[in-house]
Structure formats: structure tokens, C-alpha cells
């Protein structure tokens, strides 16, 4: 697996993914067993459809994921790389949508098999898709201010990741 910020690679597809924040917390679901990364917990994310942009494709995602109807214009853009992992090669934006309050959850369950609300900084306890890490310290980069190198890690769950197409 390969986190890169490069974008002069040709790609299979692009997504997007979204932090949602509320205080400290960070909303997290865990993937369905039939989906790529099975079981393992995740920031809602999906494929850009189309012509929608990665905003219009974030605000969809959660609406379909979680039943949360947000404003595109809210979604702060976070990062931008280039994943290649199992011979697949997309382009992943990610975003920050900070919430005054927890919103209600609405699952589906197709899709989601459950969310938590968790400590930012106890992600590490969960077993997270391959590449979760690298967006992560984007965000606390982001949260706390500090001026972090950008650097690139291989993480064990990716060793251990079946991945199935979607």
C-alpha cells in the first residue's frame, strides 16, 4: 500500500471521505461484512458519481450512509492524496464537518454496521481501513495546530485486510 499527495497518476476512481467532529469525538462507522474492508471501522466515505464533486458526493454519502442531510458548503476540505493499494489506484479527498451537536443516526444497514462516537486520539485502538491513518494525522494537524511533517506508514490491519470489490 501506497499514500501518496501525488496527482499526476492516472486512477480508477475517485472518493471521498468526511471527520465528522463533534467536540472532541469523532464519528466513526464500521463497514458491513459484503463490503470492501469488511469490518473495519471507517470514516463515511464513497465514490464520486459522475459529474458531482467531492462535496456533492460527501454530502450524498452521509445522507445514504447515516441519514444526516448537511450542507456541501459546511464540508472543510482536509486533504487530498493518491491511494494505490491491491492494484487499485483512486484519488481520495478528505473532509472536516465540525457539528455543534450530535446529529441522529439513521444506518443503512447494507451499507454500515454500526457508528461510534470516539476520542479522536483513541482511533488507534480499532481496527481501521488500510489507509485511515494517513487522513488522521491530517486531522490532528489540522485540530491542534502543530506543524507536523506530512510522512507516510504502513499500517498492520493492511497485512490482515481481505479486500473484496465493491
Not at 66 to 75: M, N, S, V
Not at 101 to 113: A, C, G, N, T, Y
Request: charged fraction near 30%; proline fraction near 7%.
Amino acid at each position: 500500500m501506497i499514500v501518496e499527495t501525488r496527482t499526476d497518476v492516472d486512477t480508477d476512481f475517485q472518493a471521498a471521505g468526511c471527520f465528522c467532529l463533534h467536540r472532541d469525538e469523532l464519528l466513526i462507522i464500521q463497514r458491513q461484512r459484503h463490503k470492501a474492508f469488511e469490518l473495519h471501522w471507517a470514516i463515511p466515505t464513497g465514490k464520486i458519481e459522475g459529474e458531482e464533486s467531492a462535496r456533492e458526493c460527501m454530502a450524498r454519502e452521509l445522507m445514504e450512509e447515516l441519514g444526516l442531510r448537511i450542507d456541501p458548503c459546511k464540508l472543510e476540505e482536509l486533504s487530498n492524496f493518491t491511494i494505490e493499494h491491491d492494484e487499485v489506484t483512486f484519488k481520495y479527498v478528505a473532509f472536516v464537518l465540525r457539528l455543534e451537536q450530535r446529529p441522529p443516526i439513521h444506518l443503512k444497514e447494507d451499507e454500515v454496521r454500526k457508528c461510534d462516537w470516539v476520542p479522536v486520539h483513541n482511533i488507534i485502538k480499532r481496527r481501521v481501513v488500510p489507509y485511515f491513518y494517513n487522513t488522521v494525522q491530517a486531522l490532528l494537524q489540522r485540530l491542534d495546530g502543530s506543524p507536523r511533517q506530512p510522512y507516510l506508514f504502513p499500517v498492520p490491519e493492511a497485512k490482515s485486510a481481505k479486500r473484496r470489490p465493491s
